[in-house]
């Protein structure tokens, strides 16, 4: 008996099926429309939805001024900073590390959870629990219960069209009683429960701080009056459509010989209006807003709320697929279908599906601000690093496959918090740095948190970094890159690039041999042992800085010759100083180095491979192109060893599949998806030294659960199958031996070309190519293994080829 409202036009969907209600949020299902997400528990009697909104934070907008001011107060400037240049030069880290503790803001905010919706359903007779499903497809959560001779089904989704949560409830057989609860764990102000529902007024803490900053003595702190013209508000109101006899007695709402029932659950914050930049309105008319977007979507009713949500996301999911072996559709147990290992196709297959579906439900264009650390599902007021934005890696990887994996509408909010931090970070590049250009760091948040963080007394080994956005700016490229939009280039990715590449000039100093160094300099969370035998962060131009530069100001100069703006005086800056920056070199024993100097590892087997960034993803590495420098990150990777949590397993996927080890990447990607043996509520050490895996839910964790490592694993299977960094598009260039069929559709690579392909027994089958971009023939590389075929394709035309990329056929205006 399925246990999903019936699509009969899409049997071919994908479903993850548990026998089981949740237990706790590890084994809960998730559901998102880009704003609104849920954690669906289910359950027979009393089921959970956890209900995140991903404008609810803690903090204010006017916090990341007042964080610069502090920070300026305690000293912090470039006087100061040419001191701990001076500093660093001399190698005497102790001075160095005193003098930038000033330098050190407090922390980001917290993205906190906002509201529970409990549900309970009664009836005589005995009671069956017969499963829940997540439709990876249409991202709808069914179950299916019966109490005696009735069946119930319940659906649960989260409508963008709507902007609503939909609960729906239908009884097979007769009637059941149903009593619905909201709460929250924020401060609640108002609460009012009458026959049509709910409406629930919260107030969000003006300040939160992390659980890694123990000391703080209230660590969500609420205002009693609204800060700097802020009001830290939010309002859920809920809506309720069904038959029976509704009763209220006190928050209970309830309803005796129920047939059917539609809940839908709206929002409405202060935080959206800022993040949106709508002008401040009153807590009336948030209340009002909610209560008719709620509304609106009950009078709408179930089917066509359905409908619309299913075409909404499957207009969005069904445009890319990869399928490894034999199976893309059906319904798997987690269980034992997929944390068992025993398909590594299904896996494969799964995995990648979920990354999708995950990105489609946290990042939609019009939504909140993009996916963070935890996606947008959160149920802790503390979450671990604030479940924030972490800017020297995660973030970055939560979006690698968004254009790849045919999510470039996904990329927006992203393009969103990089204008945010744009705004503040040009007052932190020229007050605190006398810069040009914008600047960013290890960490931010929804307000455009653009300092370091620390409270003064962090480690600068993640604390002081300033390539933050100098790393996020590359996605503003990818997104032209990927699509060649020269609107998007010209008007969005430009003024971002070139603000970004100014910081860069100016943050560069000249050193003795005429080269130009980045001082102080760290490699993110990572030390080297000094030659006084101490470890320590700070260092000149590692390579992971350089790195980011070069592609910085490279692209930048392709960006400016596409859009016409080559007489820009920043482009003779650049083209000046490109030559200048330090080349990637090797240490003794033929690694990539990571540091100014050859210095020796504290942790060989370090989680974070940040100087392998030239590889993956920013395509200056690569065997073909650079065998040396290639074969030196290969070495990098031999001792850096195999897993840590899923983000680190991601990137060294993706890497090893740049450098071509599809085995090594096959034995990484089986560790990742291996089912996590302990308790995931427990925090395992930031060290890596304990190893994650995937919980029941499939969400990756290492401790904690971050979701990068979902995301990351979907980019990094897509680069196993397909690659377009080098100038060509390279087919099934790290497929291992034991996955011998599949194949994917609608991979999108740099350039504006789309590639379907399917491959049997190792081999290439058969590959489609178009080219998505409007208006005359273009020319691209096609390469597999050693054959190579150039085609010339006008707009939207397709050339399909044979298996040793002989033509087969072409279709035109597709």
Not at 26 to 39: I, K, Q, S, T
Not at 569 to 591: N, Q, S
Not at 598 to 607: F, K, L, M, Q
Request: hydrophobic share 40%; proline share 7%.
């Amino acid at each position: 008996m399925s246990n999903e409202p019936r699509d009969d036009r899409h049997s071919g969907d994908l479903r993850l099926s548990w026998p089981r209600p949740a237990a706790d949020f590890f084994e809960a299902a998730p559901v998102g429309n880009g704003r609104l997400g849920a954690m669906v528990f289910g359950g027979l009697h009393r089921a959970r939805f956890q209900v995140n909104d991903s404008t609810v934070w803690s903090g204010t907008p006017a916090g990341p001024d007042a964080g610069l001011a502090d920070v300026l107060a305690a000293g912090a400037g470039p006087e100061r900073l040419e001191e701990v240049r001076e500093a660093v030069r001399a190698e005497d880290y102790r001075r160095a590390e005193a003098l930038l503790m000033s330098f050190e803001g407090p922390y980001t905010q917290e993205y906190l959870p906002y509201v529970d919706l409990w549900m309970s359903l009664a009836a005589d007779g005995d009671a069956e629990y017969l499963g829940r499903t997540l439709n990876l497809d249409d991202g709808v959560v069914g179950e299916t219960m019966r109490f005696g001779a009735r069946t119930v089904r319940r659906s649960t989704w989260a409508s963008r069209p709507a902007q609503a949560i939909c609960v729906a409830v239908a009884v097979e057989g007769g009637v059941v009683d149903m009593s619905l609860e909201l709460a929250s764990q924020l401060r609640v102000v108002r609460r009012t429960v009458d026959a049509s529902g709910f409406d629930l007024e919260v107030e969000f803490p003006v300040d939160g701080a992390p659980l890694h900053e123990p000391t703080v003595a209230e660590p969500l702190r609420y205002a009693d009056t609204p800060p700097d013209g802020y009001d830290p508000f939010g309002a859920a109101a809920v809506r309720i459509d069904t038959d029976g006899t509704v009763t209220v007695e006190g928050d209970v709402w309830s309803v005796r010989g129920m047939s059917h029932a539609l809940i839908t659950l709206a929002s409405s914050t202060s935080p959206a209006d800022v993040w949106a930049g709508n002008p401040a309105v009153t807590r009336e008319r948030h209340h009002e807003r909610a209560a008719h977007t709620a509304e609106s979507a009950r009078a709408t009713g179930t089917d066509a709320l359905l409908g619309a949500h299913r075409a909404d996301l499957r207009g969005l999911l069904d445009t890319t697929s990869l399928t490894v072996g034999a199976h893309r559709a059906g319904t798997f147990d987690v269980r034992s279908d997929v944390l068992s290992g025993d398909d590594e196709g299904l896996v494969a297959t799964v995995i990648f599906q979920l990354g999708r579906y995950l990105l489609a439900s946290a990042s939609r264009p019009g939504g909140g601000p993009p996916a963070n650390l935890q996606g947008m599902w959160n149920a802790e007021l503390r979450p671990p690093w604030s479940s924030n934005y972490t800017i020297n890696i995660n973030t970055e990887m939560n979006y690698w496959g968004a254009e790849t994996a045919g999510l470039s509408e996904c990329h927006e909010p992203l393009f969103a918090l990089i204008e945010r931090l744009r705004a503040n970070g040009s007052r932190v590049a020229r007050e605190l740095y006398d810069c040009r250009g914008w600047v960013a760091h290890h960490n931010t948040d929804m307000w455009g948190w653009a300092l370091p963080v620390g409270m003064g007394h962090s480690d600068p080994s993640w604390a002081i970094w300033m390539m933050g956005g100098v790393w996020l700016a590359q996605h503003l490229w990818d997104r032209f890159d990927f699509t060649r939009d020269t609107a998007f280039l010209r008007e969005r990715a430009w003024p971002t690039l070139r603000a970004c590449a100014e910081f860069c000039l100016d943050w560069l100093v000249e050193a003795e041999d005429g080269g130009l160094d980045t001082v102080p300099s760290t490699s993110p969370e990572n030390h080297f042992i000094s030659r006084h035998g101490t470890p320590e962060a700070l260092s000149v131009s590692t390579t992971m800085d350089m790195a980011l530069i070069r592609a910085l100001f490279t692209r930048c100069l392709e960006a400016a010759r596409i859009a016409g703006m080559e007489d820009d005086p920043v482009c003779a800056e650049i083209r000046a100083a490109l030559p200048r920056l330090r080349p990637p070199r090797l240490t003794a024993d033929g690694r990539l180095r990571e540091w100014g100097a050859d210095h020796p590892d504290e942790d060989p087997a370090h989680r974070h491979v940040s100087h392998l960034v030239g590889v993956h993803p920013l395509g200056q590495i690569d065997p073909e192109t650079t065998p040396d420098l290639a074969a030196a990150a290969t070495r990098v990777l031999d001792v850096r060893g195999p897993g840590a949590m899923g983000w680190s397993w991601s990137w060294k996927i993706a890497l090893r599949a740049r450098l071509g080890d599809a085995a090594t990447a096959r034995s990484l990607f089986l560790e990742a998806t291996r089912p996590f043996p302990g308790d995931p509520a427990v925090l395992a050490p930031a060290d890596g030294s304990e190893w994650g895996g995937l919980l029941p839910n499939l969400l990756s964790t290492h401790p904690p659960y971050q979701i990068d490592g979902n995301y990351g694993l979907m980019a990094a299977l897509l680069e196993m199958v397909v690659q377009s960094h080098s100038g060509a598009i390279r087919l099934l260039p790290a497929v291992p031996g034991e996955w011998p069929d599949g194949s994917v559709r609608g991979v999108r690579c740099r350039g504006g070309w789309a590639v379907d392909l399917s491959w049997r027994g190792g081999a290439l089958v058969s590959c489609a190519v178009r080219n998505t971009v409007p208006g005359g023939a273009r020319t691209v590389r096609i390469r597999h293994g050693q054959a190579a075929a150039d085609l010339t394709l006008a707009g939207h035309e397709e050339v399909r080829l044979g298996p040793d990329l002989e033509e087969a056929g072409r279709t035109a205006d597709r």
